[in-house]
């Protein structure tokens, strides 16, 4: 029988000589780190290292969330549209769940909500109560965004849908103050709005609420209720509907965290050779 070569010298384990001199020279090493003249540096240096490694760690939690968030996206935009009325909003988060409402636009009440952007061009977001048919409640109708020059609110009919037939599109939560406050109501209570805030801009009408909003898409799910104006040959793509977002990005957590993690090793490594080298040119 043909003798098998031996095994690369790489793949071996370690002798026990070897293992005895790699113990000798961590204990050397550690005795240097921790000497009285350098325990100060190197306690810096593992603060600034714990530092870093739970910088990587925060970002690999950030990941998992935004990972949750997007599979509970996926759950909600594969969902069954809700129908709103007054019956109660099903429990849970409804966020970017599909709706449909069939009822009646309030023009008269709508108003305009500021520093929105599309295209890299300012603008609002044009906002209309839709009277829900059938029911006591309405509901807010994010219906897509309009150029700065249309801020004045004399001249937003001309935007007004063809048909006031169902109207498809995405639930989205009210926008509070970032403490978690109801915003003020502004003196300008249509042209004044800095967040779409339900609980406040439902005290201006003569109504109640639903607690979301609809925003509608480009292509709702039926297609038809979702008409566009037809006011005025430059204004026949207004408002723009509002694209969802399909990407479902994780964003750079993970890139971030290899590098918080990947410095805490750079730091060491180099901290030990300066050590290194310093302790040689003593001797």
């Keep these: 029988m043909a003798r098998l070569p031996d095994a690369p010298a790489a793949q071996r384990p370690p002798s026990a000589a070897e293992a005895a001199l790699f113990a000798r020279e961590t204990a050397a090493t550690l005795a240097l780190l921790f000497s009285r003249r350098r325990i100060l540096p190197t306690l810096v ?8 490694a739970a910088l990587g760690l925060w970002q690999l939690d950030r990941l998992e969330q935004r990972r ?90 001309v935007f007004d849908e063809q048909q006031n037939g169902p109207q498809f599109g995405i639930l989205q939560p009210t926008r509070r103050r970032p403490d978690g406050a109801i915003s003020a109501i502004p003196e300008d209570t249509q042209t004044g709005w800095y967040r779409l805030d339900v609980e406040a801009i439902d005290q201006t009408l003569p109504y109640n609420l639903l607690p979301v909003v609809l925003q509608l ?27 969802p977002d399909l990407s479902f990005s994780e964003g750079n957590h993970l890139s971030y965290a290899l590098q918080w993690f990947g410095f805490a090793i750079i730091a060491a490594v180099v901290y030990v050779s300066i050590v290194r080298r310093s302790e040689a040119r003593d001797t």
Excluded at 69 to 82: E, G, K
């Design 45 to 52: 240096i593992l603060l600034a290292m714990a530092a870093m």
């Design 68 to 157: 949750a968030f997007n599979q509970q996206r996926r759950v909600a935009l594969a969902a069954p549209p809700i129908q709103l009325s007054d019956a109660p909003l099903p429990p849970g988060d409804l966020r970017d769940r599909q709706a449909v409402a069939t009822g009646e636009f309030d023009y008269a009440r709508q108003v305009a909500i500021r520093n929105q952007s599309y295209a890299g061009q300012p603008g609002y977001h044009l906002v209309t109560p839709l009277r829900i048919a059938g029911a006591e409640k309405a509901v807010l109708v994010n219906r897509g965004w309009i150029p700065h020059g249309e801020a004045n609110a004399a001249t937003w009919r």
């Design 217 to 243: 898409t480009p292509a709702g799910r039926e297609g038809a209720g979702n008409s566009r104006p037809r006011a005025g040959s430059d204004l026949n793509s207004l408002p723009h509907r509002i694209e």
